[in-house]
């Protein structure tokens, strides 16, 4: 399956009936609880999960959401939900980018962009990326750029 960038870090999800909503395809808000699902899974992959937040007082708290929703999804439909770092400032700052895709034709259902900043669990106040986060996060960083 071709996806926008490389090596993506990638969650199977199964579309259930609670994610349907009136009009027979998954509901908007289903798509961004997948985002929040695979960001955390990466996460923890990389060493970051909930607890080592906790241990260094420190969290990755959304500051903005862009999807583009490009294509339904149905219940019963199986999905892949690809996620990438693509920025991080080293300083407070990082940002993800999604590809949601239907791998029974093929189609891209969903491409999403959420930037996060650094913040004390203690006081949810900005504060500078540990040296965690730096080591964890920093080796997954993949170049956004296009290919010359």
């Known amino acids: 399956m071709a996806w926008d960038l490389p090596d993506p870090f990638l969650i199977e999800i199964d579309v259930e009936a609670a994610a349907i909503d009136a009009f027979g395809h998954a509901n908007n808000a289903e798509y961004l609880?997948?985002?929040?699902?695979?960001?955390?899974?990466?996460?923890a992959w990389?060493?970051?999960g909930l607890a080592r937040y906790r241990a260094l007082d420190r969290a990755m708290a959304v500051h903005r959401h862009e999807l583009d929703y490009l294509a339904p999804a149905f219940e019963g439909d199986r999905l892949r939900l690809a996620t990438w770092i693509v920025a991080c400032d080293g300083r407070?700052?990082?940002?993800?980018?999604?590809q949601l895709r239907r791998p029974?034709?093929?189609?891209?259902?969903?491409?999403?962009?959420t930037r996060y900043a650094c913040i004390a669990l203690s006081s949810g106040?900005?504060?500078r990326l540990p040296e965690a986060f730096l080591a964890g996060y920093g080796p997954?960083?993949?170049d956004e750029s296009p290919a010359t």
């Open 125 to 127: 106040r900005p504060r």
């Open 92 to 98: 407070l700052t990082l940002t993800r980018r999604f």
């Open 104 to 113: 029974a034709d093929g189609r891209t259902l969903m491409r999403a962009r």
């Open 140 to 142: 997954a960083l993949v």
């Open 46 to 48: 990389l060493g970051l």
């Open 33 to 43: 609880r997948w985002v929040e699902q695979a960001s955390w899974a990466h996460s």
